[in-house]
């Protein structure tokens, strides 16, 4: 083994070809990864700040809140079930503001009951924004957005973490969502004692992910409902379905392409050692010996290029435009790392056959 490590320190830049193409293929990664991650978190922002929740939609809907209605009657038989503490509405239509300067953005308007972790409890009165319009439009507390066609007044009472669905959202009380709705789009009101969807605020509020299942399915035998966690909401978007196939297809792709960069070099490498093998193997050398050392070398070519890969798509993310949406979540860097090193360690088994077949005769031949 120790001849091994001894040739990546005393011979690195026999390895410089393989450690730039797995750096390459690192940053490629990460970037595609945060595209996707960014995305994901650019749609679903108003689900995720419901998270230790629960959410009911309407059982026909398919989980989409546009298309689900839920009545009072539903709201108060969860409100009595056991573990529920209480439960708020949730409705959303997509809308526009008019800032302070006059500038207009799409948004979506959300109404609510429950405060969570991220959102206050509903100003009476005003609106809550996300920092994505605020950014954008350099709106800050105080300030009076226009909503809708109508030019409903609304001052902006708070700002919080990104929350956005595609565009920016603003977040009303129930009460108020209801009735800059009826004055801009009569048509799209909902009936009285009917919303689109519901929060359900567990009496444990720290139930972890399994509790919160066992809650949703248990709650989730009403008629005509259904019960789930925010990430299966998630989920169940067909945005959100779309992006990741897509995007995991071709990151799935690159972590092939990197295990056959892997493969090719160790084995024209190996084809290059036949006589130092022999030698090695005529001395005493298993056959695992050699191919342990083999694939410590990839290893660590690996991790090299995982360091390198990784600062390069910090700073390759840190340049690019604000509106693209780029996320480096820590969790989907675990994830590329452990599959960059478990491809070139699978590649490099892509030798055994060779190793296998060379003969310590070939030493004294």
Request: charged share 20%.
């Amino acid at each position: 083994m120790g001849i091994f490590f001894k040739e990546l320190v005393r011979r690195p830049g026999r390895f410089v070809p393989v450690g730039g193409a797995l750096t390459m293929l690192v940053v490629l990664l990460v970037v595609l990864g945060g595209f996707l991650d960014g995305l994901e978190l650019n749609q679903t922002g108003p689900y995720r700040a419901h998270e230790g929740r629960l959410l009911v939609f309407s059982d026909q809907s398919d989980l989409l809140i546009g298309r689900s209605r839920v009545d009072v009657k539903q709201a108060d038989v969860l409100a009595k079930a056991d573990g529920v503490a209480k439960v708020g509405v949730l409705n959303q239509i997509a809308s526009t503001a008019q800032d302070v300067d006059g500038d207009v953005v799409d948004i979506v308007l959300f109404g609510y009951d429950l405060p969570t972790d991220v959102l206050p409890a509903p100003p009476s009165d005003g609106a809550v924004i996300d920092a994505a319009l605020a950014d954008r439009n350099d709106v800050k507390v105080g300030d009076t957005l226009l909503i809708g066609p109508t030019s409903e007044p609304v001052e902006v009472s708070n700002v919080v973490d990104d929350l956005s669905q595609g565009s920016p959202t603003v977040w009303l009380s129930s009460k108020r969502w209801r009735e800059i709705v009826q004055k801009a789009n009569p048509a799209a009101v909902l009936p009285p004692g009917v919303d689109q969807a519901l929060v359900v605020q567990p009496s444990d509020t720290a139930l972890d992910t399994g509790g919160l299942d066992a809650l949703a399915g248990r709650l989730g035998g009403e008629d005509g409902i259904d019960v789930v966690t925010p990430e299966q909401a998630i989920q169940a978007l067909p945005v959100v379905q779309q992006q990741s196939s897509t995007f995991r297809g071709i990151i799935g792709v690159t972590f092939v392409v990197t295990l056959m960069v892997v493969a090719l070099f160790f084995t024209l490498i190996t084809l290059e050692r036949v006589g130092l093998y022999a030698v090695l193997k005529a001395l005493g050398a298993r056959t695992r010996d050699l191919l342990a050392g083999i694939s410590v070398q990839a290893v660590c070519v690996s991790v090299v290029a995982l360091v390198l890969g990784v600062v390069l798509s910090a700073v390759f993310v840190s340049v690019l435009p604000a509106t693209l949406p780029v996320r480096l979540v820590p969790a989907r860097l675990v994830q590329i790392a452990v599959g960059v090193l478990l491809s070139a360690l699978l590649g490099s088994l892509f030798t055994l056959r060779r190793v296998l077949r060379i003969d310590p005769a070939e030493a004294i031949g």
